[in-house]
């Protein structure tokens, strides 16, 4: 999934479907766009019958901003074959609802467990 291209238009930390695939804008997606430093990532949201406790945890996601920014520095320089890639998108798809799948661009996969970037 490639990021969207950072715009005004996208508003942050208001839930809504979205194209978060500017190659596939015809693709919506629940959930909300969150800043991490520099970057701007999309937390999409898993709709099933923990989809109100998802949203509950995609905007505290977007009011942790701060914390989310240091634990990414802390985990780039722990894991310096990441510092190229950017985040693509943090799925919020799991059962455990602390736990989030993170996506990188070109590649990557790893977890957020809280506010925390981890390899798997």
Known sequence: MAPPEPTSELPLGVLGRYAPDSADPSDLCFGL??????ELVFV???EDKL???RKLRAL???NQSEELE???KSFLRKNPEYAPRSLAYIGLHAKNLEQG???WDPSGYTILRGTTFELE
């Not at 766009?33 to 520099?38: E, K, P």
Request: hydrophobic share 55%; proline share 0%; charged share 25%.
């Open 33 to 38: 766009y969150v800043r991490i430093g520099a």
């Open 44 to 46: 999409d949201i898993r």
């Open 51 to 53: 989809l109100e406790q």
């Open 60 to 62: 505290a996601l977007f």
């Open 70 to 72: 240091a634990s990414l």
């Open 101 to 103: 799948e993170v996506f």
